[in-house]
């Protein structure tokens, strides 16, 4: 009894010495705002540069405190290394020669179908491989600087990181891979990959008008969704009687193959990061109305989230302008030069996207 005692009391001072020493590796992390991170070394080792005129502290700080948990992990993060471990990966080696000499022809179904027969035995082994033996590797040796950015990615997205990032390719392949037969607009029976398959379902466009047509696939209601595909009259989220042109010019619909892109976007529904709120100048939008039926969301309030000053995209672009002015940038440009540029460029289409009602069909 005495002995079992004394192995518990060993193993407990063991569990807790361990929690002890990744709690004091966690507290002394840096962030993207320190100019010695294992980052900011790494990146100014490898690329030969000189990143002392980047004032880190004050360049970072927005994003350092609007995502904490990204500037945590990234400052952690040694790029060079990650670069080195992937140009020696045998899985890596061995994808990149795969695909430097697919000769492949994607404007057919042979084309496509051995495409897809190269994704099954080289890219998915190799995006495995990768996300396993690379990335969450290089995330994990980060002494716990990287574990509040993986609990962040499965809130947001349901899934570990890699796995969340295998699940994406998995379900692309499903949608590009899946074997579709059956009865062609010529009476032909017709086997082919869905990849092709939805490629040549566009090809019935010879006109602007057709071209134009197009705008109504962001505005598909669920239950509007098979007739939409199939290239008949439905009522879009304007209210509006409105045609796609599948299915027209003696170019078949992608029939079954709409199956695997429902699968898709049902998972993408499913994120909690689509359960969040967008602050479009003021105006508090549920992203979840891009999936709801019933709802949706119009264009510019995109554009108005992504214009608005204290929000990520106009943050991340005024980081950027100020580490181009401060490693050399021209003098006679403004010190918000790319931002805008970027807010202007918006703000000139955004008349245009009011009048779009955007959903994103799915279930139907």
Not at 15 to 29: D, F, L, P, R
């Amino acid at each position: 009894m005495r002995l079992y005692a004394s192995r518990f009391h060993a193993l407990l001072v063991l569990i807790v010495a361990t929690s002890a020493h990744q709690s004091a590796e966690a507290s002394s992390c840096t962030t993207l705002r320190d100019s010695t991170s294992t980052f900011a070394k790494s990146l100014a080792s490898w690329t030969e540069t000189d990143l002392s005129p980047i004032d880190f502290s004050t360049v970072f700080k927005e994003i350092d405190t609007a995502l904490p948990w990204l500037s945590k992990c990234a400052a952690a993060i040694d790029p060079k290394a990650i670069y080195t471990s992937l140009a020696s990966s045998s899985s890596v080696k061995s994808c990149l020669s795969a695909l430097e000499k697919y000769d492949g022809d994607l404007s057919t179904a042979d084309g496509w179908s051995s495409m897809c027969t190269m994704a099954e035995d080289t890219i998915m082994p190799c995006v495995k491989s990768v996300m396993t033996d690379t990335i969450m590797d290089a995330l994990d040796s980060t002494g716990g600087c990287c574990d509040d950015f993986l609990d962040e990615v499965k809130t947001l997205f349901g899934d570990s990181l890699d796995e969340f990032v295998i699940k994406l390719a998995e379900l692309g392949a499903n949608i590009a891979c899946s074997e579709r037969t059956f009865t062609n607009l010529k009476s032909v029976s017709t086997k082919e990959m869905c990849g092709y398959s939805i490629y040549n379902s566009f090809t019935f466009i010879e006109s602007d008008e057709e071209v134009s047509s197009l705008l109504n696939l962001a505005e598909i209601p669920n239950d509007q969704m098979c007739n939409a595909f199939a290239g008949k009259a439905f009522t879009n989220t304007n209210g509006k009687s409105v045609t796609i042109g599948f299915g027209t010019n003696g170019v078949d619909t992608m029939g079954i193959c709409l199956d695997p892109i429902d699968t898709f976007t049902q998972y993408m529904k499913s994120w909690e990061i689509f359960s969040e709120t967008l602050n479009a100048n003021g105006i508090s939008v549920s992203l979840s109305d891009l999936f709801t039926s019933g709802k949706s969301i119009t264009g510019d309030v995109f554009f108005s989230y992504a214009t608005t000053s204290t929000n990520l995209p106009v943050m991340g672009i005024r980081a950027t302008d100020k580490v181009i002015k401060a490693l050399g940038g021209a003098e006679d440009e403004s010190d918000t030069f790319i931002e805008d540029w970027f807010v202007d460029t918006l703000n000139s289409m955004k008349s245009d996207a009011k009048t779009l009602n955007l959903h994103i069909p799915n279930n139907g």
